[in-house]
């Protein structure tokens, strides 16, 4: 399970300050896919950066298996896999060197490690791409494999960022399946994306950030009850709609 608890950080700027992210707080229980969902500077990435324990909140925590970032931050690194859609491949290395590399970094066991690459390898149809240098691949084909590159390990807790960015159709439901089998292990997901009917598709509960806050969270349903729109692209309209004219979000009434 995740728990982020109160996540709060301000950045200092010239001209004042601006808080990125706002107490924020849920869980994600094992098993459950949660979209972290909101428009371009709502806190999403500031938020995944200090749950990853690579930026210091000015106040609160995450905490996985019972290890916290603000007492452990490597303890709670090697319980996440990440995958950003921004993240880039080890040019002059072959795929497999590559991600066999990040394996032995979390301290694998070569024979565990060679058997994670062969099940990956099928599930994300990256096999032909093994010894082929990283540098030479597709957009599509390096995002297969920066995905393959966070669950090496196995991790209980993945953190996707924009993972279906740049992917064909078939590469993208090569990405549906999988979380759908992180769900069926029992694995915690989180997944931010700007493909917001992606999100009505995969994921469980929902959080919607804006300025910072949690407006709304809960499932699809409750979110329709609370908003009273269908569709999460109607509900960002209302937030950003009611922001420019000054009136509060139903949400924080």
Known sequence: MLTVHELTKTFRLEKGEVRAVDRLSFTVACGEVYGLLGPNGAGKTTSLRMILGLLEPDSGFAEVNGAR??????????????????????????????????????????????????TLADLLDIGKLLDRRAGALSTGQKQRVTLARGLIHDPPVMLLDEPTRGLDVVGCQAIFQYIEQLRNLGKAVVICTHGLDEAERLCDRFGLLHQGKLRYEGSL????EKSGHEHLVEMFVELLEEDKVGIPAQANR
Not at 95 to 112: H, I, K, Q, S, T
Not at 221 to 224: G, H, M, S, W, Y
């Open 221 to 224: 349903a409750e979110l329709r």
């Open 69 to 118: 970032t603000d007492r452990d931050a490597n303890a709670v690194k090697a319980n996440l896999g990440f995958v950003s859609a921004s993240d880039g491949v080890y040019s002059w290395l072959t795929v497999r060197e590559m991600l066999l590399y990040f394996a032995d970094l979390y301290g694998m066991d070569p024979n565990v490690a060679e058997s994670r690459l062969a």
